[in-house]
């Protein structure tokens, strides 16, 4: 089989499930990892043959993609503020707008202090999955930050921890932490800066969602019981009270329909708070601090 002849067999098959758009996207992504070969390369050299294990690999992808398996799993690969992160069904596949987050809160400290002055903020992220989040913080502000990450998932810290070393953020310290059992806050010091994605969507929003998110990425990740969808915002907003340094700030990913509830949430914890929305117009992240 010709290299052309593989991208197109694929496409025909994933029009069964994609758009045209994203059909022509994620036939491209494959073929390209498959190969190697950037997309005008593989135009060059079109009629090239697939190795016999090239096919099979193929084969393979794109059986799992009409299972309605992400991408990212299939290939093992996401990329996230530039960089390619190694995923697997362990973590959540990280999340555009979670880069605007990281964007905010680089902003953010590099206009403080701790740019200015030259001192080396504290950052904690929580529930870190890939590791997207305090790996993107490290890079971005090195070598001026001390980055720390938890997780209850040991599947996931395995992930990040392998993400770290290979994207040159190995000094982070990754921690195994149940941060809903706030008495193993105590073994956490104070940080200018506390970042999270937390788990957000109630259980009753699961029929409505994606087969594709559903079935494959991870529930601890998403799911939050109906009867508190802003159980990790309370745990955070108490933890900011004891365990953010003066002038420190916290940065969080929201539920976009839940925006102006969760700002009241960290004011009824004495906080000022902004909230901020997406690049798709959504209340989709928040700045407090005391
Ligand atoms: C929405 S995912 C975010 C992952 C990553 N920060 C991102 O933005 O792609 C939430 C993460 O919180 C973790 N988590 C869930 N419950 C937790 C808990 N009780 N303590 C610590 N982490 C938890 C999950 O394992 C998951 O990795």
Known sequence: MTMKEAYLRLLSRLYELYADREA?????????HITGMKRIDRIVHKNVLLSA????QLADATERLLQHEPVQYVLGEAWFAGMRFYVDRNVLIPRPETEELVEWTTEEIRNTKY???????????IGTGSGCIPIALYRQLLPNASVTALDVSEGALK???QNAIALAAAPIDFLLLDFLNE????????????TSNPPYIKQAEAA?????????????????????????????AAFGKTHLAAKGALFVEINEALGLATIDLFK?????????QDLQGRDRMIKAWL
């Open 24 to 32: 022509a996207t994620i036939a491209d992504w494959v073929i390209e």
């Open 53 to 56: 294990p090239q096919q099979l």
């Open 115 to 125: 740019e200015v002055q030259n001192q080396q903020p504290t950052i904690l992220d």
């Open 159 to 161: 992930v990040a921890k």
């Open 183 to 194: 008495a193993e806050w105590q073994q956490l010091p104070l940080y200018d800066i506390i």
């Open 208 to 236: 409505s969602m994606n087969r594709n998110v559903l079935d494959f990425e991870p529930a601890t990740a998403l799911f939050v019981e109906d009867n508190d969808p802003l159980i990790f915002y309370r745990k955070i």
């Open 268 to 276: 009824s914890y004495g906080y000022q708070a902004l909230l901020r």
